[in-house]
């Protein structure tokens, strides 16, 4: 009895691990459909609202079975879909149309870091060490990846648009923070599906699908000298960079534990920068690179931290599923 539950459980980490793997793999290639329908002509916010609204459109059974979450968590749903939908993408989107795909996830990175910042220095709450250490990776291999030494040699703006992203991270993090004393975790698949809903509703208004060349759709993008459909890309974005990508996801993490998914969810980067590097042809250099790599490892040793002994600090410790439902974002 005792093996077949061990043999059990092991099955059960592999399944996860392999969902976890598809799901960084799907996140990780939105960037790299998206930029080439925005090179097409296709404004950034106007990419943003069709993978929301369309990926909301496929999750509305979902929306209906969770329709309980609208009288108990409206905040909740109100800050994910301004936050961690409307405002990660519309800044990621915004800022892949003037720097490289990869540069903008990992300056996206920076979120595990500021999230502690701001639990340290906004509510003077205790982190550890090795949180801290994290933030100091984190920070010091960004200045690898933007070449500090040369200046800054990326578009201002778009770094400041990643960032963006970043903080729109942040703000959900630290809103979904609130009340989880009660211990009533909402799930993250109904969270997600409304928070679609909201991002939808909100995009709509800033970003006026109406006024969108839509005939841009029907003609092929170029992706580094390969004319693709533009249509098949934006079903990429909807139906595998998002659907797919949030649903294996949020699935993996609850057979796995808060390291070995931090650590997967860090692949997010690898995969995005790497696709970006041959479907693109956004070359990297050898310190950017290296200094991807302390971003990486940095935010993993931020998220995975455990609180000092005697604070009761959520956010420090990583919250995996919280991420999970922010990150797509930005991918």
């Not at 929306?63 to 519309?90: C, D, M, S």
């Not at 609850?254 to 920068?273: D, H, K, M, Q």
Request: charged content about 10%; proline content about 5%; hydrophobic content about 55%.
């Amino acid at each position: 009895m005792h093996t077949s539950g061990s043999s059990s459980a092991g099955d059960g980490k592999g399944v996860g691990l392999g969902l976890a793997l598809v799901s960084a793999l799907a996140f990780g290639g939105s960037g790299v459909a998206a930029k080439p329908l925005i090179e097409a002509g296709l404004d950034p916010l106007h990419v943003v609202w069709l993978r929301v609204a369309g990926a909301a459109l496929l999750m509305l059974p979902l929306a209906v079975r969770h329709r309980a979450l609208l009288r108990r968590r409206p905040a909740l749903l109100a800050g994910f879909g301004l936050l961690g939908v409307a405002g990660v993408q519309a800044f990621y989107f915004a800022s892949i149309s003037r720097i490289p795909v990869g540069v903008a996830l990992l300056v996206e990175y920076l979120a595990p870091a500021l999230v502690l910042g701001w639990v340290r220095f906004v509510q003077r709450r205790p982190v550890t060490r090795a949180a801290a250490l994290g933030v100091v990776l984190a920070v010091g291999g960004l200045a690898c990846v933007v070449e500090v030494w040369t200046g800054l040699s990326f578009d201002a703006l778009g770094l400041l648009l990643a960032l963006g992203a970043a903080c729109c991270q942040v703000g959900y993090f630290v809103l979904s923070d609130q009340g989880s004393d009660s211990g009533e975790v909402p799930d993250p698949l109904g969270v997600i599906a409304y928070g679609l809903l909201v991002g939808t509703a909100v995009l709509t208004v800033v970003a006026r699908p109406w006024t969108m060349d839509f005939s841009v759709l029907t003609h092929r993008a170029d992706m580094n000298g390969t004319p693709v459909a533009a249509g098949l890309l934006l079903g990429w974005i909807v139906l595998v960079a998002t659907v797919v990508a949030y649903v294996t996801g949020v699935v993996s993490v609850r057979r796995l534990s808060p390291a070995i998914a931090g650590v997967v969810a860090c692949l997010e980067a690898v995969v995005a920068t790497v696709l970006a590097w041959v479907l693109l042809g956004e070359h990297l250099s050898a310190p950017q690179i290296v200094g991807g790599a302390v971003v990486l490892l940095g935010a993993f040793i931020a998220q995975s931290s455990a609180p000092a002994k005697g604070s009761a600090d959520p956010i420090a410790t990583g919250g995996t599923e919280s991420r999970l439902a922010a990150r797509k974002t930005a991918a």
